[in-house]
């Protein structure tokens, strides 16, 4: 084994993923919406080993130009479904013993005081398994949901994630270790001079929890933008990136690495950034191939145009025209600027089409994929991290939940072969998986 261990995260926001006709293919499952299915993933990357499954959201189905949500739900368009992560992880923690458990929850639109007690009872329930990825939200859409006319543009829902952040921090540091004391003979119950108020205006304090068995949960965060890097070189201890090329993620890693050190004063062996990939597994690469052609066919063409002028909130699209030149037309329709980035950045070095464009968004979103034989996937994965482009991947699946288990029973094992990823849990904690 070397020292540096690699760490892997399970991305999971069915019925799509990255793939959109996941729910359309016989070998997906289709009971989502149950209990049964959410256990059921995350005993399996659990089995794997995985450092963390976490659970994407939104606060609204994704509209078009007009604020129609009906292109969305006819296709099945990423965003038409999502349960309530806090509670599919309070599930999952009942389902599981020693796997992390990351939610999304937004610092735009849930007070502080709310975001502390939900994540740290989740991660009192499940011995210290609680993650919190950190979004902003990003579209007019949930803004109105939750009683707002527009969405706040990035500068400021940063600056108001600073300040949420802050505060949810001081709320689960508001009691001091050790504060509860719970002695029956005294009759003390907790130490009222080891409980604290908060300062700043956006909560009181203090929390009705103590510390939990971690301290308090792990902060993961997504913002690729040059916002988004400062606001994750202060706070993430998981980053979760998404890099073009080798090189890039290698930057990547080595500018939020630097900005931590030299700008918040952190150890960068405290931040693990993690890049994300779709891996389609075969027993041969010859068999992984043939797995991808049959997702690339399931993708309609027409039906993945639509799907993309649904994304860029445009009223029709020339499937010949450049996709750079499409792109740049409709730019800021999604509300992330480094999704927009990435897509922009990718569509110029591919040189794609429109059409081209629709169908990679379809298959993948147009993040890295890695096709091949266990030993492929895992000497390509093998090759970043030992290269120091990543700490660790979040994998993709394209379908659910064949393609977790077909890299938890073959790819697994060959990074554990290669001495590269753990073969048993070390400790209880989700930060204590991370350490390593």
Do not use: C
């Not at 919406?33 to 189905?61: K, P, Y």
């Not at 502390?116 to 009872?121: C, D, E, V």
């Not at 499409?326 to 059409?355: I, K």
């Amino acid at each position: 084994m070397t020292s540096r261990q690699m760490h892997l995260v399970g991305m999971v926001n069915p019925p799509t993923s990255q793939y959109a006709e996941n729910w359309r293919d016989p070998l997906g499952r289709a009971d989502w919406l149950s209990g049964r299915f959410h256990a059921d993933l995350a005993r399996t990357l659990e089995r794997g080993l995985f450092d963390m499954a976490f659970f994407a959201d939104a606060l609204a189905v994704p509209e078009d130009g007009d604020g129609d949500y009906a292109t969305t739900l006819r296709t099945a368009g990423k965003g038409s479904i999502y349960l309530d992560p806090i509670t599919v992880v309070s599930l999952a923690a009942g389902a599981t013993s020693r796997i992390g458990l990351g939610a999304t929850v937004s610092t735009s639109f849930v007070p502080p005081y709310a975001i502390a007690r939900q994540l740290l009872s989740v991660d009192h329930l499940s011995g210290g398994r609680a993650a919190w990825n950190i979004v902003t939200s990003t579209t007019d859409a949930e803004a109105r949901n939750m009683g707002r006319d527009r969405i706040d543009p990035p500068g400021e829902r940063y600056d108001r994630a600073d300040a949420v952040v802050q505060t949810v921090l001081d709320l689960w540091r508001s009691w001091e270790p050790g504060a509860l004391v719970h002695d029956r003979e005294s009759g003390l119950f907790a130490d009222p001079k080891r409980v604290h108020r908060v300062p700043g205006g956006l909560s009181r304090g203090p929390l009705t929890l103590p510390r939990s068995p971690q301290g308090h949960p792990v902060l993961m965060q997504a913002g690729s933008s040059p916002r988004g890097r400062a606001f994750a070189a202060r706070w993430a201890e998981v980053v979760f990136a998404i890099g073009d090329t080798e090189e890039g993620m290698r930057e990547l890693r080595r500018e939020l690495r630097d900005r931590a050190r030299i700008d918040h004063d952190r150890d960068p062996d405290s931040i693990r950034v993690l890049q994300g990939v779709q891996p389609v597994v075969g027993w041969t690469d010859a068999d992984a191939q043939a797995k991808l052609r049959a997702l690339r066919e399931r993708i309609d063409l027409p039906a993945a145009l639509t799907k993309l002028a649904r994304l860029l909130h445009a009223d029709e699209l020339d499937p010949d025209a450049p996709a750079v030149d499409a792109l740049a037309a409709h730019r800021g329709a999604t509300g992330s600027v480094g999704f927009e980035d990435m897509l922009a950045s990718v569509s110029a070095r591919r040189g794609f089409t429109v059409a081209e464009l629709a169908v990679e968004q379809a298959l993948n979103q147009l993040h890295p994929q890695v096709v091949g034989s266990p030993a492929t996937v895992a000497e390509h994965l093998e090759h970043l991290f030992r290269g120091e482009a990543a700490d660790g991947f979040v994998v993709f699946p394209a379908l659910y939940h064949s393609s977790f288990e077909d890299f938890v029973a073959g790819v697994v094992p060959e990074l554990q072969r290669r001495g590269v990823f753990r073969t048993e849990y070390s400790g209880a904690t989700l930060r204590e998986h991370l350490r390593g």
